[in-house]
């Protein structure tokens, strides 16, 4: 398929020109990519915007033939209709590095007296400190940085800077998105809503795969995890024979006694920890066993499916790191932990990716290190909140009300660990050793939150080890603490 490539950018005699590259794979080009160049015609301070696409990826990954992806691009600028437009080959045309700043002065040189301005999301900016030369990169050239949900912190933080305009907000969608769901590896419609027409001939060509078989599963438990997991795997394209409970669910397929059929491929067993053993004994009778067996217990390796295993069944275990609610697309980008027997991580793996999920393989051992990471990172975050919601309530603030004070805050924290190591994210009185703050939080908890004054206390001398705070800095925090 092929489409005429608008005329390429003119030669150094050109006049001068107000130009906006707008720089990406296209791997392929979608709907916010179309609606990105709508909103930048629309401004009357550019002349011209060029679509760049990248000749490789900066980090190595491949990429579909450019002269594809060139295509696209020249389907969705004819479509548009503007000759304000252009399509930029350079990366292509000649050596580059693939640094932004590199190929920007490779432009600068070829078109001296153009007036360059880069487009960029927000999610490039929360990877700022990566770039190589950004800040040479912004001292030459102005930017238009578009938001992306996640990364509004990274847009706030350098909005009023000199060089940034900040545009509007994209939406949550992305060509790695779109390449799993083409490739049946999520079977995702609403992704799949994203591709424009003009580009169908080459999607349909270059990233439309069918789905793979998937294996036969089913799964052992029809609470939240197992009701969530049916649902994940069927949208990923995989057969799910049945779901079974012990106690009546509306959303089992097989209630009670174990089923006299239980042919699958794979069974999952998705009840609480302490029901695992029992039930992986009881299986392990059954007349029709699978190739592999997995649980999904964050703490339990694959040791505890023994009973299975010596009935020559690979086992393992595969783990979300999210809190399922009851959406059948949580597990979409949530990385999942998978251990176990080599053929059973195989099949964990390739579930994982159906589902939309990131596989995270672990060594032998490694389950229980997992979890408490996971118990110190999340959870706690409950204990803590429900204390400031009492401190707030004490104040005549409503829990609701309080909360909503609270989010806020607490995702301000994600972004800043999202872009800095824990480190560089820690603020307040902590950050600055302000002992003083420290010393009256300490008096306010022992009034209005005595419950939470040990938890307060015990955390500041946590944060003093990991910070590894000198003995005299140390003794002033300890000062600070004792309770009145």
Same mark, same amino acid.
């Given at each position: 398929?092929?489409?005429?490539?608008?005329?390429?950018?003119?030669?150094?005699? =050109?006049?001068?020109?107000?130009?906006?590259?707008?720089?990406?794979?296209?791997?392929?080009?979608?709907?916010? $990519?179309?609606?990105?160049?709508?909103?930048?015609?629309?401004?009357?301070?550019?002349?011209?915007?060029?679509?760049?696409?990248? &000749?490789?990826? /900066?980090?190595?990954?491949?990429?579909?033939?450019?002269?594809?992806?060139?295509?696209?691009? /020249?389907?969705?600028?004819?479509?548009?209709? %503007?000759?304000?437009?252009?399509?930029?080959?350079?990366?292509?045309?000649?050596?580059?590095?693939?640094?932004?700043?590199?190929?920007?002065?490779?432009?600068?040189?070829? $078109?001296?007296?153009?007036?360059?301005?880069?487009?960029?999301?927000?999610?490039?900016?929360?990877?700022?400190?990566?770039?190589?030369?950004?800040?040479?990169?912004?001292?030459?050239?102005?930017?238009?940085?578009?938001?992306?949900?996640?990364?509004?912190?990274?847009?706030?933080?350098?909005?009023?800077?000199?060089?940034?305009?900040?545009?509007?907000?994209?939406? =949550?969608?992305?060509?790695? !998105?779109? @390449?799993?769901?083409?490739?049946?590896?999520?079977?995702?419609?609403?992704?799949?809503?994203?591709?424009?027409?003009?580009?169908?001939?080459?999607?349909? @060509?270059?990233?439309?795969? #069918?789905?793979?078989?998937?294996?036969?599963?089913?799964?052992?438990?029809?609470?939240?995890?197992? !009701?969530?997991?049916?649902?994940?795997?069927?949208?990923?394209?995989?057969?799910?024979?049945?779901?079974?409970?012990?106690?009546?669910?509306?959303?089992?397929?097989?209630?009670?006694? *174990?089923?006299?059929?239980?042919?699958?491929?794979?069974?999952?067993?998705?009840?609480?920890?302490?029901?695992?053993?029992?039930?992986?004994?009881?299986?392990?009778?059954?007349?029709?066993? #699978?190739?592999?067996?997995?649980?999904? /217990?964050?703490?339990?390796?694959?040791?505890?499916?023994?009973?299975?295993?010596? !009935?020559?069944? &690979?086992?393992?275990?595969? $783990?979300?790191?999210?809190?399922?609610?009851?959406?059948?697309?949580?597990?979409?980008?949530?990385?999942?932990?998978? =251990?176990?027997?080599?053929?059973?991580?195989?099949?964990?793996?390739?579930?994982?990716?159906?589902?939309?999920?990131?596989?995270?393989?672990?060594?032998?051992?490694?389950?229980?290190?997992?979890?408490?990471?996971?118990?110190?990172?999340?959870?706690?975050?409950?204990?803590?909140?429900?204390?400031?919601?009492?401190?707030?309530?004490?104040?005549?603030?409503?829990?609701?009300?309080?909360?909503? *004070?609270?989010?806020?805050?607490? @995702?301000?924290?994600?972004?800043?660990?999202?872009? $800095?190591? &824990?480190?560089?994210?820690?603020?307040?009185?902590?950050?600055?050793?302000?002992?003083?703050?420290?010393?009256?939080?300490?008096?306010?908890?022992?009034?209005?939150?005595?419950?939470?004054?040990?938890?307060?206390? %015990?955390?500041?001398?946590?944060?003093?080890?990991?910070?590894?705070?000198?003995?005299?800095?140390?003794?002033?925090?300890?000062?600070?603490?004792?309770?009145?």
């Amino acid at each position: 398929m092929s489409t005429p490539v608008p005329d390429a950018p003119a030669a150094l005699t =050109e006049a001068s020109r107000r130009v906006a590259i707008y720089g990406g794979a296209f791997d392929p080009p979608h709907l916010a $990519h179309v609606f990105t160049l709508t909103w930048l015609l629309q401004r009357t301070d550019l002349d011209e915007i060029w679509l760049l696409p990248a &000749a490789a990826h /900066a980090f190595g990954k491949r990429l579909t033939p450019f002269e594809d992806r060139v295509g696209m691009l /020249a389907a969705i600028v004819a479509a548009l209709g %503007s000759t304000r437009l252009h399509i930029c080959t350079i990366e292509h045309e000649v050596t580059l590095s693939g640094r932004t700043y590199d190929t920007l002065e490779a432009l600068q040189a070829r $078109h001296p007296r153009h007036q360059f301005r880069l487009v960029i999301g927000a999610d490039n900016l929360s990877e700022a400190h990566r770039w190589h030369r950004f800040e040479d990169l912004v001292a030459r050239w102005s930017v238009i940085a578009l938001g992306r949900p996640g990364h509004e912190a990274s847009l706030a933080r350098f909005a009023q800077a000199p060089w940034c305009t900040a545009g509007p907000t994209l939406p =949550e969608i992305s060509s790695t !998105r779109l @390449r799993a769901a083409l490739g049946g590896g999520t079977g995702d419609p609403e992704a799949q809503a994203w591709l424009p027409g003009v580009c169908q001939p080459w999607i349909d @060509r270059l990233y439309r795969q #069918p789905a793979p078989a998937g294996p036969r599963v089913w799964i052992l438990g029809a609470g939240r995890l197992g !009701r969530t997991l049916a649902a994940a795997l069927r949208a990923g394209g995989v057969p799910v024979a049945g779901l079974w409970n012990r106690s009546p669910r509306a959303e089992a397929t097989a209630v009670g006694p *174990l089923p006299a059929s239980l042919e699958a491929d794979v069974w999952v067993l998705a009840v609480s920890d302490p029901a695992i053993g029992a039930l992986a004994q009881r299986l392990a009778e059954h007349p029709s066993l #699978p190739a592999v067996a997995l649980h999904c /217990a964050g703490r339990l390796d694959a040791t505890v499916l023994g009973a299975l295993a010596a !009935r020559g069944v &690979a086992v393992g275990s595969l $783990h979300p790191l999210q809190a399922l609610g009851d959406d059948p697309g949580a597990l979409r980008g949530t990385w999942c932990a998978v =251990e176990g027997d080599e053929a059973a991580c195989i099949q964990a793996t390739a579930l994982v990716r159906a589902m939309g999920g990131l596989p995270v393989s672990l060594p032998a051992g490694g389950k229980v290190a997992w979890h408490a990471a996971a118990v110190l990172s999340a959870n706690f975050v409950a204990v803590l909140t429900a204390g400031a919601l009492e401190l707030l309530a004490s104040l005549g603030i409503a829990e609701a009300d309080g909360r909503a *004070l609270l989010n806020p805050l607490q @995702r301000g924290t994600l972004a800043r660990l999202a872009q $800095h190591p &824990a480190a560089e994210a820690l603020t307040g009185p902590f950050a600055r050793g302000d002992w003083a703050a420290v010393a009256a939080h300490v008096q306010v908890l022992a009034e209005r939150a005595p419950n939470f004054l040990e938890c307060y206390q %015990s955390l500041a001398r946590t944060t003093a080890r990991w910070l590894q705070w000198s003995p005299a800095v140390v003794q002033a925090l300890e000062n600070a603490l004792q309770a009145p």
